[in-house]
């Protein structure tokens, strides 16, 4: 969850930042504080993050994407979001992100691996791309091989890597979903994959071992999308969504949800954690949350079966290898939205569609989504603090085209009324669809009541400012992450816990 600003102010860099990235002594302010650089083309801070063209963190948008955050009321903030074009150097290709940090450095977990992924991402495709060249049949017909000592430094990696996550490795690596069929996957998506593959796990790898970061009981979720031309690749680790919004044979809108929400009780997922000795099962307070536990104690209590950070529960069967799909895309689809479980958490995959679709720009549409997400939770969660919400959109058809279809979607809508209207006529008293009066509601839900009778788009006009909201003393719904084990009890230093790996 969040967009969080910290400095070291003895060297003026953030947790994990390098003197590369470090802010510079020019932008101090005369009171002495930071003057943090804005990113001019998405309308926000990069905080302490060099400017990269093409690249979004904060709210704003382009010409293809929207992006948007807001804090709930759990406090910081702990989403992350990321929209990079031109990435690898590619016209034709988009990197997007989602990441929903948990726990009490969550915030700077989900930083770290929105800053860190793309770019270890470029770097492994680059490597892979230059180790397909060395093999290539050079022109006397014989095979170009490895020295020597490359073909050594490979076996010792390899093996090293087996050795390390050899649950990971044996089960997850690899391994293609049940319904791809590789006669009609693209070239690029094998290496892209194991390219995925290999970046989370090298992400995580340094998250352990990071100086600054603790991240024994803190994690974030990723879901994160690459697009190159037609073909798209989305990857996903934890409870965040990715949907595409598609038209059918009718040009219908329809909401195609592009991943699974990796949750402890899925068969699949519940069944690697136990084999790992660790626990899920759902508290008697909240039945319908399932969550996984340490197997002496009962803590942390993780509401997702997969994450980056969360070591107290590696050894226990949770893992941060992505769950990995390709599709093809089609001149049909229209957007993708990214969003964290705040969002999804109170809208359907087609109400979320739907709002997208209708949003008076594309401009504005990431944050139609989360206005409205986040006065549906006040309306269904009165008595709840509301979580952070993000969500990134992605564009895949030219504006014009998109207008042209949605206007004829329009008409044809409009004629069929028309025609039901005249078929309909001898029979209107028996057919009419009459308004139901609702019960009387309470003077006490204000808010909520005349949220029901606003349309969308009186909804997201409506200032933040009007709305006074004072249910603030009611219990969270759920929480990704319950508690922390009691070896930890005391101060949570940064490298208190690594003794207990």
């Given amino acids: 969850m969040g967009l ?10 953030e947790p994990g930042e390098t003197s590369t990235t470090a802010t510079t002594a020019d932008e101090r302010l005369g009171s002495g504080r930071w003057r943090r650089p804005r990113d001019l083309k998405g309308g926000g801070d990069i905080e302490g993050i060099p400017q990269v063209l093409g690249r979004l963190v904060s709210n704003g948008s382009s010409k293809i994407a929207c992006l948007y955050t807001q804090q709930g009321k759990k406090g910081t903030n702990q989403d992350a979001m990321l929209v990079f074009e031109n990435f690898c150097s590619r016209d034709d290709t988009v990197f997007c992100g989602v990441f929903d940090g948990h726990g009490p450095f969550g915030h700077m977990v989900a930083k770290k691996v929105r800053d860190t992924l793309p770019f270890t991402l470029s770097t492994q495709l680059k490597t892979a791309s230059e180790s397909d060249q060395s093999s290539l049949v050079g022109a006397n017909g014989f095979l170009i091989k490895c020295t020597e000592e ?56 340094e998250l352990k071992m990071h100086p600054t970061i603790d991240c024994f009981c803190s994690g974030t979720t990723s879901v994160t999308l690459i697009k190159q031309g037609e073909d798209l690749v989305v990857g996903n680790i934890g409870d965040s969504r990715a949907v595409l919004a598609t038209r059918d044979e009718d040009n219908a809108l329809l909401a195609v949800q592009l991943t699974v929400d990796l949750k402890p009780d899925l068969p699949g997922e519940s069944a690697r954690i136990q084999k790992c000795k660790g626990r899920v099962f759902a508290l008697q307070d909240e039945p319908e949350v399932a969550r996984v536990w340490l197997p002496n104690s009962d803590s942390p209590g993780l509401a997702m ?37 705040g969002v999804w958490d109170v809208l359907s995959n087609k109400e979320a569609v739907d709002i997208v679709a209708s949003a008076p720009s594309r401009n504005t549409a990431a944050r139609a989504l989360v206005d409205t997400a986040v006065r549906s939770w006040r309306i269904k969660y009165p008595t709840s603090k509301n979580d952070d919400c993000t969500v990134v959109c992605l564009f895949l058809q030219d504006s014009s ?20 209207s005249v078929s309909n006529s001898t029979s209107k008293e028996e057919d009419e669809i009459v308004p139901v009066k609702d019960e009387k509601i309470p003077a006490s839900c204000g ?7 606003m349309t969308l788009a009186e909804c997201i006009s409506v200032a933040q400012d009007d709305e006074e909201w004072s249910a603030l003393e009611g219990l969270t719904r759920v929480n990704s992450l319950l508690s922390i084990p009691r070896f930890l009890s005391g101060e949570l230093r940064s490298t208190s816990w690594r003794k207990w790996l």
């Fill in 447 to 453: 808010i909520e009541s005349k949220m029901m009778t």
């Fill in 4 to 13: 969080c600003y910290s400095v070291d102010r003895t060297t003026g860099k």
């Fill in 150 to 205: 490359e073909e050594m430094q490979t076996t010792e990696s390899e093996e090293v890597q087996k050795t390390e996550s050899v649950t990971t490795m044996d089960e997850q690596w690899c391994e293609l979903n049940p319904n791809e069929n590789n006669d009609e996957l693209p070239e690029m998506y094998l290496p892209l994959k194991q390219a995925l593959l290999k970046s989370c796990q090298q992400i995580d790898k």
């Fill in 401 to 420: 085209v998109a207008m042209e279809v949605s206007s004829n979607v329009m008409k044809h809508s409009h004629k069929e009324e028309s025609i039901e």
């Fill in 305 to 341: 079966a997969r994450a980056f950070g969360d070591f107290c529960l590696k050894d226990y069967g949770l893992i941060s290898v992505p769950d990995i799909n390709y599709r093809r895309l089609t001149e049909r689809d229209q957007f993708i939205i990214l969003a964290s479980d």
